[in-house]
Nanobody, 116 residues
Framework: QAQVAESGGGLVQAGGSLRLSCVAS?????????MGWYRQAPGKQREMVAT???????RYRDSVKGRFTISRDNANKTVFLEMNNLKPEDTGIYYC?????????WGQGTQVTVST
């Protein structure tokens, strides 16, 4: 059963920005500690984009370093992904889950489409 609700996706031109939000459960944010954003491009496997621990230690995949910022609001059980200077290769469905991901906690994701 999904424990998260992602939002904030949309259609944006290359170079634009989006801010994704994910509302998780208390169990995920407190008991399981680390959260992550993932994405899946058409025809490709889902991949980790960024992770953040409960004390806000962050990690990013190389292709988004310097452009994306992950953050969390523990009081409101929300994880954010600020995406700047978006590129067409950032297109995909973005998901929020724990890190490492827990199969039962995948939500429906939010679509991000970056046009040239």
């Amino acid at each position: 059963q999904a424990q998260v609700a992602e939002s904030g996706g949309g259609l944006v031109q290359a170079g634009g920005s989006l801010r994704l939000s994910c509302v998780a459960s208390t169990y995920q944010m407190v008991k399981l500690d680390s959260m992550g954003w993932y994405r899946q491009a058409p025809g490709k496997q889902r991949e980790m984009v960024a992770t953040i621990s409960r004390n806000s230690i962050t990690r990013y995949r190389d292709s988004v370093k310097g452009r994306f910022t992950i953050s969390r609001d523990n009081a409101n059980k929300t994880v954010f992904l600020e995406m700047n200077n978006l590129k067409p290769e950032d297109t995909g469905i973005y998901y929020c889950n724990n890190w490492p991901a827990i199969v039962h906690f995948w939500g429906q994701g939010t679509q991000v489409t970056v046009s040239t």
